[in-house]
């Protein structure tokens, strides 16, 4: 599976994002997907997951409420709807692809996800 993210920009505080990640390769619906992100000096850290059908979905509790993740198998496409964005949300945000979502629910370090997109950079000023 090849994943590619997009959607990051320079948002005030408060404000709202949209991020997607479009996959091509292997069936996307056989796959759990995740977002992830990367402060920096921070280390790369879960932020959602949403299961092959979209019916089971978790959330950083640091997000809980905030952010929404949600995927279109039809158009092998997973969002990640943030809102009410804080400062502390800056990061680089990837997608990644695992064919067990508590793999991702749980996630330990990179080498553990199937696969991994490039990520793109969400910067929310104060």
């Known amino acids: 599976v090849q994943l590619q993210a997009s959607g990051g920009g320079l948002v005030q505080a408060g404000g709202s994002l949209r991020l997607s990640c479009a996959a091509s390769g292997r069936t996307f619906s056989n796959y759990a997907m995740g977002w992830f992100r990367q402060a920096p000096g921070k280390a790369r850290e879960f932020v959602a997951a949403?299961?092959?059908?979209?019916?089971?979905?978790y959330y950083a509790d640091s997000v809980e409420g905030r952010f929404t993740i949600s995927r279109d198998n039809a158009e092998n496409t997973v969002y990640l709807q943030m809102v009410s964005l804080k400062p502390e949300d800056t990061a680089v945000y990837y997608c990644a692809a695992d064919r067990n979502i508590m793999t991702i629910r749980w996630f330990k370090a990179p080498a553990s996800m199937d696969y991994w997109g490039k990520g793109t950079l969400v910067t929310v000023s104060s």
């Open positions: 949403i299961s092959w059908s979209g019916g089971n979905t």
